[in-house]
């Protein structure tokens, strides 16, 4: 755009340009004024002394004294009146003129041929109102002499012709035939400059509309051009009947490329993307940049959806051979969405519509792959985007609500913990689980607002049972590692604790394995804060990440949660009672406690205790339950134990 603007600039001169147009035109004038008047002052001298040799002292006395006055003109100059300056010379010239017609002989006299050259240095160095006023007076002054010769008010003579008259009359002439030359050379440097001027504008506009319809980065059609190759090429597929694709491709990985390479690898990346596709459909009109790292491309004449499907295949290996940036191999790979014209619609809004649709349900397959549109996968996708705007309102009418889960102590059977879960009870749908929504609201950005609430939240439940003296042990909150990237979270969870006033040791965040291994560097900084001021840390379904120890040692972590995907297949013989055996006996060789989730029954449990599992939770001893059941449950847990 502001290419674009740049350009606008030189195709409409802007008030500083039009300035300088002015003032060089001012200049050229005051230059020619200078020029005309020297000439002029010139002939007047050589006239006079012509005129002298005539005998004729008082014309050559007019003539001469004019010369002198016209010296003024320079004080003018001097002053910076130029206007005035050119009055006096135009009005000086045309009065001396006309006294010597006048006396002379009349419309017949040779100073007649002198109004010519005045009129011509006029329109070059004074300005329409002059021009009028010395015209006016040139007209007056013949009319009043014809007027006085028909009345016999004036006899005015023709003297007869001579070499001094001649001379006079040459000398004229030359002078106004310098300045048409002049006149006339300005003319024609003025055309010449129009004309470079209006190729200038010409070139400016054409790359306005080329900057306009194309993508500054790669050269190729923008989406506005899109719209306009698409309007032709589906009019000709109308025409014969035939069907046209539109390929919706979206490149995966640009932003990590961006993040650890920088943007010119990125722009790099994209030019040369663009580069393979034209490569491939062989027309320029057929490939177009949407935005970003999207990218169309039409696929017209057709007659089967296969002939999209094979064209999709060679775009997919097309992107995902490697590209070199300053002898750095990158690997990046696209996601394509399909849609056809007519029967997915008519119009190419619609279409990309539905083709970005169906590229998002590629990505949410795996990526690299391709897929059509179809109703389904809209249907699909309105229902995530009508539970993200849910969401949003439920923030608000405060739908969102915590449940408890309490952790159980496996060699002392006692509550050491409760879990905060998030759950939403939506008013028309009723209880939405939170593998949807907790999912719907990690890719919307919502589940840094939502994530705020439940820690400010089980901060003031936490409090709430502290003061009544039932709070013995950590409240547990989990924490999205989005919330975590956004970099404040620290600050977040100490403001939560000051101002509910619950001590730090009560809290603890449960951490992915995802997140230490994403962004360790900084987390180290944010995790060292939260456990010097007290707040307890451990890392959550531990075993389905990449489980690297070195990152257990660097932010000292106190527990491992093992996911429950484990325990509950531990009676099967698959292996996973032998992974979480290897858990426990790592995490005690380390000094970390192991917390078991999703314990359904005694025989699990029975187990997780031999083998040596510090705590548990589980549907076996209770599900979540609402704030307000928890001391009822802890009353009735100490009782059962007594």
């Given at each position: 755009m502001a290419n674009q603007n740049n350009f606008s600039n030189m195709a409409q001169p802007t008030p500083a340009k039009s300035l300088?147009?002015?003032q060089a035109f001012s200049r050229q004038k005051i230059i020619r004024l200078m020029q005309i008047l020297r000439i002029t002052q010139a002939a007047l001298l050589l006239v006079s002394i012509i005129t002298i040799g005539q005998g004729y002292y008082r014309d050559a006395i007019i003539l001469m004294a004019t010369g002198i006055f016209l010296f003024s003109v320079d004080w003018a100059i001097y002053k910076e009146r130029p206007v005035t300056g050119a009055a006096i010379f135009l009005l000086s010239l045309t009065l001396m003129l006309s006294y010597l017609i006048w006396i002379g002989g009349g419309i017949r006299d040779s100073s007649v041929l002198g109004y010519c050259g005045v009129l011509i240095f006029a329109a070059m160095v004074g300005n329409k109102r002059i021009l009028l006023v010395v015209l006016s007076v040139m007209v007056a002054v013949l009319m009043a002499v014809s007027f006085a010769n028909e009345y016999g008010l004036v006899q005015n003579t023709v003297e007869p012709i001579n070499l001094a008259t001649g001379a006079i009359a040459i000398v004229i002439l030359l002078v106004v035939g310098l300045a048409v030359w002049m006149l006339a050379n300005d003319y024609r440097a003025t055309l010449d400059e129009l004309a470079r001027e209006n190729e200038r504008v010409k070139s400016a506009k054409n790359h306005i509309e080329h900057m306009a319809m194309h993508d500054p980065l790669t050269?190729?059609?923008?989406?506005?051009?899109?719209?306009?190759?698409?309007d032709q090429i589906y009019r000709e597929?109308?025409?014969h009947k035939q069907l046209l694709g539109i390929i919706f491709i979206d490149l995966d990985n640009l932003k990590p490329i961006n993040d650890s390479l920088g943007h010119q690898a990125g722009d790099?990346?994209?030019?040369?993307?663009?580069?393979?596709?034209?490569?491939?459909?062989k027309q320029v009109d057929w490939v177009c940049r949407y935005g970003g790292?999207?990218?169309i491309v039409f696929m017209p004449n057709i007659t089967a959806a296969d002939q999209v499907s094979e064209a999709s295949v060679d775009i997919l290996q097309l992107v995902s051979e490697n590209y070199v940036y300053r002898n750095i191999e990158i690997f990046c790979t696209c996601s394509i969405g399909i849609a056809l014209a007519p029967q997915d619609g008519e119009d190419l809004d619609t279409l990309i519509k539905k083709a970005d649709i169906a590229m998002y349900h590629s990505k949410d397959s795996g990526r690299n792959s391709f897929r059509f549109f179809n109703p389904a996968i809209n249907r699909n996708m309105l229902d995530h985007i009508?539970?993200?705007?849910?969401?949003r309102k439920a923030l608000q009418e405060k739908q969102f609500s915590l449940h408890y889960q309490p952790k159980i102590d496996l060699q002392t059977n006692d509550i050491c913990g409760f879990e905060a879960l998030l759950r939403w009870h939506h008013p028309d749908q009723g209880f939405i689980s939170p593998a949807t929504f907790i999912p719907l609201a990690e890719s919307s950005g919502l589940i840094i607002q939502l994530g705020e609430w439940v820690i400010t939240e089980a901060c003031e439940q936490g409090k709430r049972w502290y003061d009544e003296g039932i709070l013995q042990f950590a409240v547990a909150i989990n924490i999205s590692s989005i919330q975590f990237k956004r970099g404040n979270i620290d600050s977040i969870v100490l403001g939560a604790l000051s101002a509910s006033g619950l001590p730090p040791q009560f809290l603890e965040l449960e951490l992915t394995e995802s997140l230490l291994i994403e962004d360790s560097d900084r987390l180290a900084t944010t995790l060292s804060t939260l456990r010097a001021e007290g707040v307890h840390l451990s890392i959550d379904d531990f075993g389905t990440g990449y489980s690297n120890l070195g990152y257990l040692k660097k932010f000292e972590v106190e527990a491992l949660k093992i996911d429950q995907s484990f325990v509950r297949k531990m009676d099967d013989q698959t292996g996973d009672a032998a992974i979480v055996r290897a858990i426990i006996q790592m995490s005690a060789s380390l000094g970390l406690k192991t917390i078991a989730e999703g314990v359904e029954d005694a025989g699990t449990a029975a187990l997780l205790r031999n083998l040596g599992c510090t705590q548990a939770q589980g549907y076996y001893w209770a599900r979540p339950m609402p704030a307000n059941e928890v001391p009822g449950f802890i009353e009735s847990w100490r009782k059962n134990q007594d």
């Open positions: 300088q147009i002015h050269g190729l059609p923008n989406r506005i051009m899109a719209q306009h190759s698409f597929a109308k025409a790099q990346i994209l030019k040369e993307v663009a580069l393979r596709l034209l490569s491939y459909t790292d999207e990218f009508s539970l993200i705007s849910g969401m």
